[in-house]
């Protein structure tokens, strides 16, 4: 239950904005199955609107999104790891010369936790290629934020500074995702989600490379001490010149910086940010908007509900009854291909 402003953490922590977004955003790594492709191949993959993840653990391959994206093909070698939004269909393979199967097809001829195809199937020569993936499933606020958030496709390379890493969460994720032993599939996910924390940092690291949003924002050192108090005391009544000064620079250098990174002002960034926290107590929470107004800084319930209706474009009481009567559980198997 949202009763105070610092309800994400316990008072003796600082404010973490990755965490606490990702925390709003409710995601969760599922892993689909691993793959072993021997001798020549090419699939293709459907258009899933899920952030999803794939990865070559032993041997080179390729991934190609098309002419739409503009990306060109991406090569693949071991260790490497692509995160991609899932609203294209692509290619991956090892070969122009064979024609170009069913991803779906593929692994859901599968009859255990690995799926293999490739010319030299039957007979093991050929190239070796293994891989895993998975996809990373959110609620409503991290398919608007989150998403928004990154490139379409950003591909973490195995010589990249994380690259170890990189290496050993992909060794245990395919180790996990081909055992049988009790709690495998657990283990797994949890990998999964480190491996996808993993890769946010490493994109925090090229924040230059990522889109004016919240996780540029998050990774710019000179906004950062103003960032952490707000999400530290969402419910405090700050001033721009507060979080200026936190930030050691003047109202209107800390204003045009903050906007410059974030895409919005400091305190519009707030206003978010409260909405963000409002949304999550009204799913979850049956606590009085009364109390959940108070909580985030709002003198009167006409106060609060103004400002989420100017948000979200629906009062509070309408959006908790839209959102519990539409909930759904998100089907971790809609997408097994990796």
């Known amino acids: ?88 269909e692509f290619v991956k393979g090892n070969s122009d010369t064979v024609p170009v199967g069913d991803a779906v097809e593929a692994f859901g001829a599968a009859d255990g936790p690995i799926a293999r195809f490739g010319s030299g199937v039957e007979t093991g020569v050929g190239p070796k290629v293994v891989g895993i993936g998975g996809h990373v499933s959110l609620n409503r606020t991290g398919e608007e934020v989150l998403m928004r958030a990154l490139p379409p496709v950003i591909h973490l390379r195995a010589t990249d500074e994380r690259a170890a890493t990189f290496r050993w969460l992909l060794d245990r994720l395919l180790r996990e995702a081909s055992s049988t032993a009790p709690g495998a599939s657990l283990a797994a996910d949890d990998l999964a989600h480190l491996l996808f924390l993993e890769a946010l940092r490493a994109c925090l690291a090229e924040a230059e490379s990522l889109p004016v949003g919240w ?13 952490h108090l707000m999400h530290d005391q969402p419910g405090r009544a700050w001033q721009l010149e507060e979080l200026a000064q936190a930030a050691a620079m003047s109202r209107t250098t800390f204003a045009e910086r903050f906007r410059s990174v974030a895409g919005v002002p400091p305190l519009t960034y707030l206003l978010n940010w409260r ?58 198997d809609e997408a097994v291909t990796a």
């Not at 106060?303 to 839209?322: C, D, I, L, T």
């Open 1 to 88: 239950m949202l009763e105070s402003a610092e309800y994400l953490r316990d008072s003796t922590e600082m404010a973490d904005p990755l965490a606490d977004t990702l925390a709003l955003t409710e995601a969760h790594c599922h892993v689909s199955l691993g793959f072993e492709a021997i001798g020549d191949w090419a699939l293709r993959y459907p258009a899933t609107r899920r952030l999803k993840f794939t990865a070559a653990v032993e041997g080179v391959c390729w991934i190609d999104f098309g002419a739409e994206l503009r990306i060109g093909r991406i090569e693949l070698e071991p260790g490497d790891v692509v995160l991609f939004d899932g609203r294209h």
């Open 215 to 227: 996780l540029r924002a998050i990774a710019d050192e000179r906004i950062a001490p103003a960032l």
């Open 275 to 332: 909405m963000r926290l409002a949304e999550r107590a009204l799913r979850d929470d049956d606590q009085p908007l009364s109390a959940l107004a108070r909580s985030l800084g709002y003198t009167s319930d006409s106060a609060f509900s103004n400002a989420f209706k100017r948000v979200n474009g629906v009062a509070p009481r309408r959006y908790r009854e839209a959102v519990r009567a539409t909930r759904v559980t998100d089907d971790p």
